[in-house]
Structures are given as C-alpha cells and as structure tokens.
C-alpha cells in the first residue's frame, strides 16, 4: 500500500565489506526479520546486537526502521536525530526524520529536515518526492485556514479542492485532518542504491567518506556500516546558522531576480506584511509607485555583490550587499541593507535601507 511519504533505508553491501562475518550475518538476518513484519523479534535481535556496539551505525539505523514501523514515533525520531548528528554527511536520517515529523502533522520540522538532505545529497530523489508531499499538505493546511477565516472565499476554495484531487488521484495522500500511517520501507533498488553508498574505511572516523565510485548496490538494503569512535559534538547546531543563511541569501537573489524580470507580483510577494515603507507612506501607495517604476524601463538588470547575511536569531536576520541596477533610463550603485523576518516558511523583507 502507498503512503504519503517514503522512509529510506542505508545500502548493506560496502559497509558490511568492512565488518566481520558474524556480524555481517546478523545485520542481514534482523534486516530479513524486520521485511518480514517480524517486528518484535528483530528488535530483540537488534537491542542484543547494540548492547555490545553501541555506536554501530547500521544496528541504530535498523532499530530506527524497526520502531517506526512499530509506530514508536519519538523513539524512533530521537535515533534518527542522533544519527543525523554523528554522521551529517548522509542525507537518509535526516529524510527518514522528516517522515516522523510529517507523520505526526509537523510539516515545517519535515520540510526543514528534508532541504537539510538535499543539501546533503542533492540528487537524492526520496528527498525530493517526499518535499513535494510536504509542501502539498503545507498548502492544504493554508488555504484550509484561510477558508476558515473567510468562508467566501471561492479562489481558496477551489485550491484546496484541486489539491485534495491530486492527493487521491495518485492514491499516496490522506484527507487533511487523517492521521498519517506508519510509512513502509522500500529496500531494493532505492535511490541509496542507486547512487552507490560510499563506506569508511577501516579505521578512519565515522564521517569519511570513500572517493572511489560505488559498485551496483546488491538487492538487500539498508546501512553504511562505522567503526567505534569517540563522540564528536552534535553538528545540528552548528550546521543550522549555516543553512538559514543559504535560505536567506537565496531569498535576496529570487528578489533581485524577480526585480530585473520585471515580474512586479512575485517582487512584491518578498516584502512582509509588516514591511516598513522607506517614507512612511501607506502600503498601497508605495507598492503602486513600485509597480509604475518596475513598468516604466525597458529593461532592467540588477546584481547582487558582496552578499553579508548576520543571523539574529531563528526569525530574523540582517543582510548587507551591493547593488547594482540599470535599466535604459538609470545606472546607480549603492550599498543596501535588508531586515528579514521568517514567515510562513520564508525569508521575507521587513525594512529595507540604502548607505552604510
């Protein structure tokens, strides 16, 4: 049966090349158990195999399938959350994390999640479809509200219900409001197979990763198997102001694009609703006097140089750059500041500023 969204499994083959027999053996049996529906028995073989290698990246990887599918969100989110920060460089924690948030309705968590794993990996396309899931309940859950807040809302209306429609018709979504099942996982020929999963080598840390091409991953699936090392500090903090100013940085760049297409709606659309006009003047007045310059020119072209983005906190941040605009009537450069605001899942333009 479909769901919603996929969970990901870790490729055996590589990574079991580097354990011993036995253990290899072990892994593959409480693998075979788990595909069986053998839950709780592949968890016993599973916690014995952890109590003498507790930092065995493949024995916590499949105790993390094994409880998902047991439907034992939190414990299963708090290994795949300590996976994702003991190995940062592998993007199917991160993806199988996002599929618990969205199982229990955090939309924002997931989507966060996932985008951490196409950063990670960006061809993985696991990541990729389940994104697409997320922002299609995102976008259910939006104009559900908004048809809460204004029942005549007809354009609302008909989203939701073209939204609804793509949702049965492929026949992996749920009625918004449905509590989302414990998803299954599909083994053979993933895209972690098909990529190739790159396994350390013996002795080195758990974050290594192989520079020479993978072989064709064999059918059985999951994990990238590690040697025992010291704990590191979690990388999930530390990563996190790094990823906001991408997010940022990338929000100022589609701004300035849509600004030198001459596109006036999606320009706008990257202003807050709290925006401060430069003059004071009312919102309608300054957006009709934007929309009559971005108009009048030609052509416009406009650059973003030197792009400084200072992280404030998880809402909000400072961008500093230089700008650089021309069109058939006006050349100008300046240097300008921007205050962002996180809102509704993005980076918007609160106050803007030109000088130092």
Known sequence: MNRLFRLAALVLGLALAFAAPAQTDELQEISRMMKQGQHP??????NAFLATRPRDAQGRFLKGLILAEQNKMPEAIDIFARLSQDYPELPEPYNNLAVLYAAQGQYEKARQSLETSIRTHPSYATAYENLGDVYTKLAS?????????????????????????????????????????????????????????????????????SKAAAPPAPKTAPAVQ????????PAAKAAEPRSSSDEIAGA???????????????????????????KGEP?????????????????I????????????????????????????????????TLVMVRANGRWLIRQERVGS
Do not use: C, M
């Open 141 to 209: 859950q939006a104009y559900d509200k908004a048809l809460q807040l204004d029942t005549g809302n007809t354009a609302a209306q008909t989203k939701l219900s073209l939204i609804r429609d793509l949702i049965t018709a492929t026949g992996r979504g749920q009625r918004p409001g449905a509590r989302a099942e414990p998803p299954k996982v599909a083994f053979a020929g993933g895209d972690a197979a098909r990529r190739g999963a790159a396994a350390p080598k013996p002795g080195a840390p758990p974050a290594a990763e």
């Open 226 to 233: 590690a040697k025992p090392a010291e704990p590191k500090p």
């Open 252 to 278: 100022v760049r589609a701004w300035a694009a849509a600004w030198a297409k001459k596109d006036a709606d999606a320009y706008l659309a990257h202003y807050a609703r709290d925006f401060k006009t430069p």
């Open 41 to 46: 028995q592949a968890l016993d073989r599973v």
């Open 283 to 299: 919102r309608a007045e300054w957006e009709a006097t934007r929309r009559q310059r971005i108009a009048a020119p030609k052509k």
């Open 301 to 336: 072209e406009v650059s973003v140089e030197s792009l400084k983005v200072s992280v404030v906190d998880d809402k909000t941040a400072n961008v500093t750059f230089r700008q650089s605009y021309r069109s058939d009537t006006l050349k100008a450069v300046s240097t300008k």
